[in-house]
């Protein structure tokens, strides 16, 4: 890379850095992955919580089989964590990419 070309890239940088668009941008990023995770947060609390205080709800077969309610909880807990990743992907791909390719876009990039 070349100087001319640093400093066009500083200059770019800048200039997206302080579009307001972008701050926004990054701000509603921010909440969104705040809140995705303060989701799972509290499910995982909540299944602790569960372990600590109620084992024996955990430890309840389900019907006939030697199966636990504790288990497809469990289970239920990795399937949102993973659902709740989808979702952000999807949402980050559908609305924040195209943003940011606008936001570029306008700033010559």
Known sequence: MTQEAGRT???LIAAVGADPR?????????????????????????????IAFDKAL?????????????IPIGLGLILLAIALTGL??????????????????DHGA
């Open 9 to 11: 890239d500083e200059a």
């Open 22 to 50: 972008y701050i926004e941008l990054v701000a509603r990023r921010a909440r969104l992955g705040w809140w995705l995770s303060a989701i799972i947060f509290a499910a995982f609390v909540g299944y602790l919580a569960l």
């Open 58 to 70: 955990l430890g309840m077969p389900i019907g006939d089989g030697v199966t636990s309610i504790g």
């Open 88 to 105: 952000y992907v999807a949402y980050a791909n559908r609305h924040h990419d195209a943003q940011m390719a606008a936001i570029l876009k």
